[in-house]
Structure formats: C-alpha cells, structure tokens
T-cell receptor, first 116, second 112 residues
Framework: EAGVTQFPSHSVIEKGQTVTLRCDPI?????LYWYRRVMGKEIKFLLH????????ESGMPNNRFLAERTGGTYSTLKVQPAELEDSGVYFC??????????????FGPGTRLTVL | QKEVEQNSGPLSVPEGAIASLNCTYS??????FFWYRQYSGKSPELIMS????GDKEDGRFTAQLNKASQYVSLLIRDSQPSDSATYLC????????????FGQGTELSVKP
C-alpha cells in the first residue's frame, strides 16, 4: 500500500511569489491534516479535512494560505504571496479515523519550502 | 507555557543501554498520547500510542502514562545505533478531530 506522498520535496521561491504544495493521502483515508515545522520550533497543526470539507482550520497562519481538497482525494496548500516567515517543512498526514485512541496518522515526507 | 514539553537533548546513551525520553503536557483534557520517531530529513513515524494510565510495551519500546502528573515517557531497551533519531511526543483530544499537538522533540544518539 502506498504511503502519503507530497510534491514537491523542495521548493525555493522569492518573497512575493506563489507556491502550491500537493499531498496525496493513503487511499481510503478520509482525514487529511496539514502541519508545518518552522526551524527551531515544534511541528504545528495547520488544518484538517474530512473528505472535501474543512473540519478545522484553526492553525492556518493568515489568509495568504489557502487549502483545498477537491473531490476528497488529494489536497493542495497554496501560499500567496509567500513571505520569509513561511519557510519551513510542510507535512501532510492522513488517517482513517478522526482522533480517538486507535487513530494513527501517517505522515508524508514533507515539502521543504524556502522563501528568499 | 508550552502545551507539550520535551527536553531537546541531545540525549546520548551507549549501545545496549536503556534510553528514557520524557514529555510533559499542560492540558488535562489531553486524551491520547503518541511517540513518533523522525530520522533526519524523513517523515515522522508512529512508534507507540497510549491513552490509559500505566505502561504499554511493544518489543523494545515501553510507553508510560501518568495522567495525574501529566507525564508520558518512552523507554527504549537495548538501544541500538539505528535508534538514533529525534523522538516527538504528541497529544490529541477526542473532540478536536484528532489534530496532534507536538513537543519540540528530543534528539537521541546511541553510541556504538
């Protein structure tokens, strides 16, 4: 079974440009999460999809970030316009359940975003 | 106060020793607790989850949870150089859709 995949693995852009990150969850996983790790900080939650619906977007930093999950399969996270503080590693995770003691979130390899 | 706190390390132990990784959390509503291992440049990988007070063992790994003290730990017995990685503690709440709150992680180095 294929794991969570993310594209691209690395992205280097200039301040003010737009970047779109993609996540393909494990097939059949309705729950998809985005997280971000800024250098020197802990991994932080950004948002949670259940199928195509945004269940919780309380962690989104500001309105420069837009996440979509059309059709409830893959998801994209767009940053427009990118700022220096957006640099970090963006992780996607998916799970069958949405919490609970037996829930397991499987993480993708992450996209390392560098904004110059 | 951070919601989940871990010593950043690095924690260095000799091969074959027991590595003890600790994590404290601030919210008594925390209900499930997870230990992830992350090798440099790789994705976090779930090692153990625990939600009841006490110990949970899986091979060389034992997770310990003490909700009264708001403390969760991970013991690695017979540590191997391949265990060298960053270990992330995370908590979740049943009524919050499963989102994980992470600590900063503890870097473990197992010396041959």
């Amino acid at each position: 079974e294929a794991g969570v995949t993310q594209f691209p693995s690395h992205s280097v852009i200039e301040k003010g440009q737009t970047v779109t990150l993609r996540c393909d969850p494990i097939s059949g996983h309705d729950n998809l999460y985005w997280y971000r790790r800024v250098m020197g900080k802990e991994i932080k939650f950004l948002l949670h999809f259940v199928k195509e619906s945004k269940q919780d977007e309380s962690g989104m930093p500001n309105n420069r970030f837009l996440a979509e999950r059309t059709g409830g399969t893959y998801s994209t996270l767009k940053v427009q316009p990118a700022e220096l503080e957006d640099s970090g590693v963006y992780f996607c995770a998916s799970s069958q359940l949405a919490g609970g003691p037996t829930d397991t979130q499987y993480f993708g390899p992450g996209t390392r975003l560098t904004v110059l | 106060q951070k919601e989940v706190e871990q010593n950043s390390g690095p924690l260095s132990v000799p091969e074959g020793a027991i590595a003890s990784l600790n994590c404290t959390y601030s919210d008594r509503g925390s209900q499930s607790f997870f230990w992830y291992r992350q090798y440099s440049g790789k994705s976090p990988e779930l090692i153990m989850s625990i939600y009841s007070n006490g110990d949970k063992e899986d091979g060389r790994f034992t997770a310990q949870l003490n909700k009264a003290s708001q403390y969760v730990s991970l013991l690695i017995r017979d540590s191997q150089p391949s265990d060298s990685a960053t270990y992330l503690c995370a908590v979740s709440f049943y009524n919050q859709g499963g989102k994980l709150i992470f600590g900063q992680g503890t870097e473990l180095s197992v010396k041959p």
